[in-house]
């Protein structure tokens, strides 16, 4: 039996309710603990604080300097001695800090009564400069007390940019566009509320923070980008080292959404390229169509459909991803057309770029959990990597259920290739001699099979490939994304 690799925060997939999702991605830092010997009229506890992170929502365009506050809590009965309270960037740091008056980036024995607190006053002046600072600037106080050490981060926004931290957007606001005339960064979550739409605009680009999401919950998402000027995902760490880091952010997520369109987009480097979470049944279309897309460079999945969701996907390259490509898990539905499913994942746990299953052991209520795939198509595309196979089944067949797949006019290598009646006309195990599958060059010579080896008798063929060009004007159109 083959088993899939599945997300590693499996609480992505089984939430019910938006709220659940955000305590998820939210950041919390746990330091070392020690011990101290303490004096018996101060308290053995720690403490509490009136904030996590301490955000500076001003967005800086010249020199500038502002202060915010957080409040540091005994909530015990007996004093409390605070052994350390240091910044942890020192002098170096743009932050300073003042406790209850006392100033400095390392301050010592500072004692709260009980039940009672301190002000912390935290202050950051920057210098910005768009080409050096990066998208946000961070970092912590760690306060020591009774030998255990505690955080607060602290975060600035580093550069002239839309910044989106924990935001929602709900009926009060309406639908929302955003603008591409500078950057949006997601701090923490971006969410697109039920019934509320999204619009992003043709070139706007989209850095993530570590964790950050954009979370669509039962709305509707149209990023709408254009050849050459495409919509960008990628993480907020714009150093030449991560240009290629994986898993620098989560990814895009819908549950349960309105039909969704992205259209030429680039989604790079997160952990789940596009994750999608059951569908609304009283919409019979697409929770997602996907066009003219890079999908690439996630350290799990490309595109992860779970429990029902639906998505249509054409000319689309969906490459080197951890473990697939394309993921179906617990059954849903898909239609993709002259697309790239492809492997070459750099991951050591790398599995084949399509792996395809209609069930899911829930091991923590000891119960599998079935779902039908009513429509499982893939036609006129490319199934290749490095692997000896890189498309795998691994269904139950259940007589409440449906299991239909139709794979057409496709490239694929399997070992050994498939017999049953899923398939037709495919070319099993061929070399499709792309230019460069290093560079991401899945370009080919008129040599290869992909060439006039697809079918323009589907009625929903793409009269244009991936870089607009004219799809079979001689002779049969070719596998894949790409038009020789």
Not at 68 to 82: A, D, G, H, R, S
Not at 183 to 188: D, E, K, L, R, T
Not at 419 to 431: A, E, G, K, L, R
């Amino acid at each position: 039996m083959i088993h899939f690799v599945i997300i590693a925060n499996k609480n992505l997939i089984f939430m019910k309710r938006p709220i659940l999702l955000l305590l998820i991605i939210l950041i919390s830092v746990a330091g070392a603990m020690s011990s101290c010997k303490k004096t018996n009229f101060l308290s053995k506890g720690n403490l509490s604080f009136s904030v996590d992170t301490l955000v500076f929502d001003t967005v800086f365009t010249t020199i500038g300097s502002t202060t915010q506050q957080f409040k540091i809590y005994n909530n015990e009965k007996k004093t409390v001695k605070i052994e350390e309270i240091e910044l942890m960037g020192g002098e170096n740091s743009p932050f300073s800090m003042n406790i209850d008056g006392d100033m400095g980036t390392m301050l010592t024995d500072i004692e709260i009564e009980g039940e009672d607190s301190l002000f912390a006053f935290i202050e950051v002046t920057l210098n910005v400069n768009s080409q050096t600072l990066p998208m946000i600037i961070e970092d912590s106080i760690r306060l020591r007390t009774n030998g255990v050490d505690q955080y607060v981060k602290l975060a600035v926004w580093g550069q002239d940019a839309y910044f989106h931290y924990k935001d929602i957007i709900k009926p009060a606001s309406g639908d929302t566009t955003w603008a591409n005339d500078k950057p949006h960064v997601i701090y923490g979550y971006a969410a697109v509320d039920s019934a509320m739409t999204l619009n992003i605009q043709a070139g706007t680009h989209i850095y993530l923070h570590k964790n950050a999401i954009l979370y669509n919950y039962k709305g509707s998402l149209n990023i709408d980008g254009d050849l050459n000027n495409e919509v960008t995902f990628q993480g907020d760490r714009l150093e030449a080292a991560y240009d290629d880091v994986t898993g620098q952010y989560y990814g895009i997520y819908f549950q349960e959404a309105r039909p969704s369109v992205i259209d030429y987009a680039i989604i790079k480097n997160g952990t789940s390229g596009v994750h999608l979470y059951s569908r609304d049944q009283s919409i019979p279309g697409y929770t997602l169509t996907v066009t003219n897309t890079i999908i690439e460079n996630n350290a799990r999945y490309g595109v992860f459909i779970y429990s029902g969701a639906k998505v249509k996907a054409e000319n689309c390259v969906i490459t080197k991803n951890g473990n697939h490509a394309l993921l179906v898990l617990e059954g849903g539905d898909f239609f993709f057309n002259h697309c790239n499913l492809l492997g070459y994942g750099d991951s050591e746990a790398a599995t084949p770029a399509v792996g395809i299953s209609n069930f899911f052991n829930d091991v923590l209520n000891n119960v599998t959990n079935i779902g039908s795939i009513n429509e499982g198509k893939i036609y006129n595309s490319v199934i290749y990597g490095n692997q000896t196979s890189e498309i795998v089944f691994d269904t139950i067949p259940d007589a409440a259920i449906t299991l239909s797949f139709d794979i057409r006019n496709c490239l694929i290598k399997r070992t050994p290739a498939a017999t049953n009646n899923y398939y037709t006309n495919i070319f099993w195990n061929n070399n499709p001699f792309f230019n460069d599958e290093t560079t991401n060059d899945y370009l080919f010579p008129v040599s290869s099979v992909l060439n006039g080896g697809a079918s323009s008798l589907f009625p929903t063929t793409p009269n244009t490939d991936i870089l607009g060009n004219t799809r079979g004007a001689i002779g049969p159109p070719d596998i894949g994304a790409y038009e020789n």
